[in-house]
């Protein structure tokens, strides 16, 4: 089945650096992956919309200039989190579905952020 | 927008049936799935249904009433492993492509 790899799994930064996370569709080509940030104990909130070769869609409130995506091949989109604060400690997690797919989204296995 | 609703948390005894239901308002309806979702963990896809009715897959059932706007999770045979979040979401259009909205998740418990 579809494959959607994640990494990190884990990071802990500091405040005002950058973080990068990286997902790639490992067995088919993904034209759009979506980003999530979860906090505990609360649901999946999208982020943004990410398309291969175009701009991101970013949802109402998110910070396009903060949380940078880039989706720069058909297998491959990564989120940076630029001049990371505490706040932005959550889980970050992407999906993303193969065309031939007609029923469910496959996630990545997600990336917790700590920011010290 | 979109709207999910479904209970906060649940709580079964091993063995035992739950179902766990879903009222959703959406402009754009494609479908609606289930992810359970392991503490720390990411989700992991369940079930789709696109059309009324019921679709099993092993333990697990899911329903949908496109009328009602309704759907249900339905878990036979409950095990303790089964202890987890589930999240109904609506598979959508928007910005010409498809997303997911999810619910806030219902927390199962499974009890000896």
């Known amino acids: 089945g579809a494959v959607v790899s994640q990494h990190p799994s884990r990071v802990i930064c500091k405040s005002g650096t950058s973080v990068k996370i990286e997902c790639r569709s490992l067995?088919?080509?993904?034209?759009?992956m979506f980003w999530y940030r979860q906090f505990p104990k609360q649901s999946l909130m999208l982020m943004a919309t990410s398309n291969e070769g175009s701009k991101a869609t970013y949802e109402q409130g998110v910070e396009k200039d903060k949380f940078l995506i880039n989706h720069a091949s058909l297998t491959l989109s990564t989120l940076t989190v630029t001049s990371a604060h505490p706040e932005d400690s959550s889980f970050y997690i992407c999906s993303a579905r193969d065309r031939w797919q007609v029923d469910g989204y496959t996630f990545g296995s997600g990336t917790r952020l700590t920011v010290v | 927008g979109q709207s999910l609703e479904q209970p906060s948390e649940v709580t079964a005894v091993e063995g035992a049936i739950v179902q766990i239901n879903c009222t959703y308002q959406t402009s754009g309806f494609y479908g609606l799935s289930w992810y359970q979702q392991h503490d720390g963990g990411a989700p992991t896809f369940l079930s789709y249904n696109a059309l009324d009715g019921l679709e099993e897959t092993g333990r697990f059932s899911s329903f949908l009433s496109r009328s009602d706007s309704y759907g249900y999770l339905l878990l036979q045979e409950l095990q303790m492993k089964d202890s987890a979040s589930y999240f109904c979401?609506?598979?959508?259009?928007?910005?010409?492509?498809?997303?997911?909205?999810f619910g806030k998740g219902t927390k199962l418990s499974v009890i000896p």
């Open positions: 067995d088919f080509q993904a034209t759009t």
């Open positions: 979401a609506v598979d959508s259009s928007g910005a010409g492509s498809y997303q997911l909205t």
